[in-house]
Nanobody, 128 residues
């Protein structure tokens, strides 16, 4: 089954940038890959996702500040985070799910319950 490993988290000041990386292994099919985050006491929420056909979705709170991308082999997922805010503080997770037309058609790319393979997470802390 797929294995995911995130890196790149850390503590930075508001307005600065971070780049998260997720290395995926044992991917044997087409996948939709996404970044999610969870702050203490809050539910896990979708940040950005990219489907196998290149379709990208962003949560409105990060649109224009975060950029999701992947390598040509679709085995490394990135999240470039610019103009970071204290409210971006959370544990960030990489996740994948088999890509099917229903994921996009039903608007599920940023729905955490859609995804069935998860990494361990990397902590992002933004100080004001």
């Amino acid at each position: 089954q797929p294995r995911l490993a995130e890196s790149g988290g850390g503590t930075v000041q508001a307005g600065e940038s971070l780049r998260l990386t997720c290395v995926a292994s044992e991917l044997t099919y087409k996948y939709c890959m996404g970044w999610f985050r969870q702050a203490p006491g809050k539910e896990r929420e979708g940040v950005a996702a990219i489907d196998d056909d290149g379709t990208i979705k962003y949560d409105d709170r990060v649109k224009g500040r975060f950029t999701i991308s992947q390598d040509s082999a679709k085995r490394v997922l990135y999240l470039q985070m610019d103009s970071l805010k204290p409210e971006d503080t959370a544990m960030y997770y990489c996740a994948v799910v088999h890509s099917t037309p229903a994921v996009q058609r039903l608007g599920l790319m940023l729905d955490a319950s859609t995804y069935n393979y998860w990494g361990q997470g990397t902590q992002v802390t933004i100080s004001s």
